[in-house]
């Protein structure tokens, strides 16, 4: 028998039929998730019983400026999605707890991935979910959020690198950029050595020699090397001296599907191209950020790689592969495994969560959260 039907609670099919169909998704993924995360019946019974009456509810009382007002069920039914997404992930928090229980990952949220369509999620919003989750950081926020940050008692784990939409186009690997490039990334530099941001994000750039034009010829993966080796170098003695990290990001070429999801013409898609750049600078503050996402999907053998470079790394991002959404039994990625060979190989840096929500965003940033926390 299911759950819900030995708590006396009406299925959620019965929801998607008679009830918008965000506000039966947000209930059923609360239920899945409760179970999911074994919380107790009681706190399942009262998860599901505040959710279902807000949306089931044959009348609602609210206070307005002439007076208490009823309103029918056509009404209650037609308030904005938004709105019981907001109970339901107050509901969770409460019923459900920290993510956090063993703390031994430091975690970190993504700002782009909850802030973009169609999620929308603005900066207090996103750290009252960082902070409830247990999370240390928010990350990749732009700087004039970052007191927000600091007011939630949040730390920005990695910046962005200064560089306009999108931001990893041109980058190290061309002349044509390469005075923008600097002088924007120490200015970013700058701003996150104020506010004690530990890390700046860096990208090899497209490999067009006109990185908005694919016709325009292609710049070598020896050139490219070269020329990204001299501009961290650079940016690397600069970075030093004001006690921040630059690293460099491997992007995968082979998802077409989303521009936020694969990258073509990306000259830095193998991990393995990447880490010897990063080997030829020789410099502890430039770093290889290595996103399992993106690794798993170029190159694979993930934990031989984390191995491999355990001496380069400086940021991990996570995404589920395929599709670069949430940690779940959808995607490939043993990632209790690979947390495992994170700490066997002694990473003391942070974990970005920085998938793409396919549903409520609460829901999968729990689970990933918690599929991170090991004991």
Known sequence: MPFGFRLGLPPVPFLRENHRTADAIAVGDCCGLAISSQCSITAFARLSGVLISM??????????TEGTKTLNPRTVQGTPPSEIAGAVEAEIRRSIGRAVKHGRIRQSLAYWCLNAPPWHWDIERICETAVGLGCESVELVPPELWPTLRKHGLACALAHNGMPDPVFQKGLNNPRYREEVIARTKHAIDQAADFAVPNVI???????????????????LGDGAANSVKALSELGAYARTKNVTLCLEHLNTRETSDPMKGHPGYQGDDIDYCADIVKQVDSDSVKLLFDIYHVQIMNGDVIRRLQQYRDLIGHVHTAGNPGRGELDDHQEINYPAIMRALLNIGYKGYIGQEFIPTRQPIVGLMQAVSVCDLA
């Open 55 to 64: 949306i089931e509810s044959r009348e609602s009382r609210v206070e307005t």
């Open 202 to 220: 860096a990208f090899t750039g497209y490999k067009w020699r006109d990185a908005e034009d694919p016709t325009s010829g292609e710049i070598s």
